[in-house]
């Protein structure tokens, strides 16, 4: 299989998420993959969620509901470890869907409010950092 080439930055869509143009930096020295989630409520085993970012206008969706979720501990790089829920959703790279597994995090300080780890990278694609983009312009193109 032939890996597609990523730049280090990405306009992408989560469909399931209702999110559109977002935003994304490919994260190589992450493993897992993160989304800023504003307001996350926990409600008879069901996760209510809603993401949304002042800093990033396209980063707005209604409450959606994920009845499937799990906890994971997930290490910073300066070695803090923080449980995060982790929700499986589906991204658009190159106009095809892909699942993708996302920790739920508070990134409204961050530039980019999703970060795409290596667990989804591995076999799919491969990351040229002198690259922005590459996703976005060839959906732009089509």
């Known amino acids: 299989m032939t ?15 209702q999110l559109n143009n977002i935003d994304v930096k490919m994260d190589t ?6 989304i800023h989630c504003s307001k996350i ?3 008879n085993g069901k996760l209510h969620c809603i993401f ?4 990033h206008p396209n980063f ?5 509901i994920f009845d499937s979720y799990t906890y ?7 070695g803090h470890r923080e449980n995060r829920y982790k929700i499986k959703s589906t991204v658009v790279f190159f106009g095809k869907t892909y699942k993708i597994n996302l920790t739920l995090s508070t990134r409204d300080d961050m530039k980019f409010p999703v970060l795409i780890g290596r667990q989804f990278l591995k076999n ?3 990351v040229d950092v002198d690259l922005q983009n590459q996703s976005f312009k060839q959906t732009i193109i089509k």
């Not at 890996?3 to 998420?17: A, Q, T, Y």
């Not at 020295?29 to 993160?34: D, K, Q, R």
């Not at 949304?52 to 800093?55: D, F, L």
């Not at 994971?72 to 300066?78: A, G, H």
């Open 60 to 64: 707005k969706s209604e409450e959606i």
């Open 3 to 17: 890996k597609k080439i990523l730049g280090r930055i990405d306009k992408v869509n989560f469909p399931d998420l």
């Open 124 to 126: 799919k694609f491969m």
């Open 41 to 43: 409520r926990e409600v």
């Open 72 to 78: 994971t501990d997930v290490k910073s790089s300066n």
């Open 29 to 34: 020295g992450a493993y897992t993959s993160a």
């Open 52 to 55: 949304e970012s002042k800093g």
